[in-house]
DNA sequence: GCTATATACTTGCGATGTCAAAGATCCTAC
DNA sequence: GTAGGATCTTTGACATCGCAAGTATATAGC
């Protein structure tokens, strides 16, 4: 394998994406036939306020792009997790919002999810080197995230 | 954000790699028509014995499965960057080899890609930091590098 | 030699996700 | 109020990649 020393990090850190996020999408996928993006999303809308987030928000944090969003949340539509909802201050908004099974199918998948998450990544680093992981990681740009996303006239 | 603090790394570990893989992936596909994936397989034939390698043993060491490497493969064949060659001892296995324009076109990407690779990844630490990343990150499971890959009656 | 199993590789199909373009709505300036 | 530009969302075309299945070759047991 190449490992020149400056690259070593960089190598390292595709190849453990690539292994670890298999490992789990596998388990996650066989498990509760979810995408690790679906988890995630899912993730953000069970702890936003209302259990709903606009569209364009939840790509900015889930890292995907708008059109990745509309087709990931076609199938949590599909499946009953989610529903649209109408903005009524602004026409083009269109909410995610989880469903009440939704709800149950996060909190159902959470439990194992995490498990796994923490026997396939969590569990090689102590705590200590878990934060210095995080704080290593958070420096790396993770999108232009232009603050202009102060919730608006939002009421219902 | 959700970022409870258990999940707080693997939160970031995922997005850091969606969005330095993301910009990464952009400047080397404009800029020389490679996936990063390609990139990484060009990497690896460069540095082999050769400038060839089987194709399960490049799957095994980039991670992705026999038909990912095939379907790469394809690409860079018709791009005329790598050959086939066939192994005299087992006539069921392939050889990936670079051809002369391969190392031509590795070489002239590998200066713009690694300087894009410090860029947007390296320069967000120090060395220390770095060699600390890429220690706790090689701890995680790299795939079940069954020790088989032992050069056999290779000679050809 | 012959069958059984393992390994190397390819192919069909489906899932995921991107980009570019288009439609709808909003906002600002005049 | 109207033109111009920005923002939110969807859609079509396309690329990548995994899984399952199939083919070809090798190896071990009989």
Redesign the interface.
């Known amino acids: 394998?190449?490992t020149e020393p400056?690259?070593?990090?960089?190598i390292?850190?595709?190849?453990?994406?690539?292994?670890?996020?298999?490992?789990l999408s596998g388990r996650l996928e066989t498990q509760h036939g979810l995408t690790?993006s679906d988890f995630?999303v899912l993730?953000?809308l069970y702890?936003a306020p209302d259990h709903r987030l606009r569209r364009v928000d939840l790509a900015r944090?889930v890292?995907l792009t708008a059109s990745g969003i509309t087709r990931l949340l076609d199938g949590l539509e599909r499946s009953g997790w989610v529903t649209k909802a109408r903005c009524d201050s602004d026409a083009r908004v269109t909410y995610a919002v989880l469903t009440d099974a939704g709800v149950t199918k996060f909190e159902a998948a959470q439990a194992t999810h995490?498990a796994d998450?923490?026997q396939?990544?969590?569990s090689?680093?102590t705590d200590a080197?878990?934060?210095?992981?995080?704080e290593?990681?958070?420096?790396?740009?993770?999108?232009e995230t232009s603050p202009a996303c102060t919730g608006e006239g939002e009421t219902a």
């Open positions: 394998m190449v400056e690259l070593g990090a960089w390292r850190f595709l190849r453990a994406h690539a292994a670890v996020t298999r490992e690790l995630d993730v953000q702890y944090t890292l995490r998450i923490e396939v990544f969590g090689r680093f080197e878990r934060s210095t992981l995080a290593l990681l958070g420096r790396l740009p993770l999108a």
